[in-house]
């Protein structure tokens, strides 16, 4: 159980183009999911936590215009990356949660995305 | 200011050799979680171990134990007889509040 899935694994496009990630709970109803960026041979830094129903919550220095963030469903979450540029190529993973203290949160297998 | 910090950016065993995997943390909060992931070269996050700030044992799942000092603020991770296929990053990441986040990470390679 508790199987989060992520889409697309891999996006190449050209510069300026916005692009969208899914990120979807199988089998449960994620009250919270989380968006996370992992730069190569580094951790991973949280974007921001969204709610469902609600606006993210964005950490600071991530720039809410640029990476436009959706919950629209208790097993959907969207980010958007927009106009993207060469130095916004990075991992991008998702996670979700049920709301329990002592449950670990369940993570996509990531994206790939390369803006040439 | 970095909450989790794990030290050894990158460590060798030997095969079926035990090894300890460093991480210490910084809270003021009561209540927490300690959770170690690990990632393979192909990305995904493998959630291996909690440990909840109440727990008084440690935690352990099959290979895997947390060894929890808490006046310490450290929770490091053993692995023991080690596998080829636990060659991976392992992030020692902590909950308080809602998100997790996480160290730096340690890369360990086994050796055969």
């Known amino acids: 159980g508790a199987v989060v899935s992520q889409h697309p694994s891999w996006v190449i496009c050209k510069s300026g183009t916005s692009v969208k990630i899914e990120c979807r709970s199988l089998?449960?109803?994620?009250?919270?999911m989380f968006w996370y960026r992992q730069f190569p041979k580094q951790s991973l830094m949280l974007m921001a936590t969204?709610?469902?129903?609600?606006?993210?919550?964005?950490e600071q220095g991530v720039e809410k215009d640029k990476f436009l963030i959706n919950h629209a469903s208790l097993t959907l979450s969207t980010l958007t990356v927009t106009s993207a540029h060469p130095e916004d190529s990075s991992f991008y993973i998702c996670?979700?949660?049920?709301?329990?203290?002592?449950?670990?949160?369940?993570f996509g297998d990531g994206t790939r995305l390369s803006i040439l | 200011a970095q909450k989790i910090t794990q030290t050894q950016p990158g460590m060798f065993v030997q095969e079926k050799e035990a090894v300890t995997l460093d991480c210490t943390y910084d809270?003021?909060?009561?209540?927490?979680?300690l959770f170690w992931y690990k990632q393979p070269s192909s990305g995904e996050m493998i959630f291996l171990i909690y440990?909840?700030?109440?727990?008084?044992q440690n935690a352990t799942e099959g290979r895997y134990s947390l060894n929890f000092q808490k006046a310490r603020k450290s929770a490091n991770l053993v692995i023991s007889a080690s596998q080829l296929g636990d060659s991976a990053m392992y992030f020692c990441?902590?909950?308080?509040?809602?998100?997790?986040?996480f160290g730096a990470g340690t890369r360990l390679t086994v050796k055969p």
């Open positions: 996670s979700a949660r049920v709301y329990t203290s002592n449950q670990p949160q369940h």
């Open positions: 089998d449960f109803q994620a009250t919270t």
């Open positions: 969204s709610n469902e129903g609600s606006k993210a919550t964005y």
């Open positions: 809270t003021s909060d009561q209540s927490y979680g």
């Open positions: 440990q909840g700030s109440y727990d008084e």
């Open positions: 990441a902590m909950r308080e509040g809602i998100p997790l986040r």
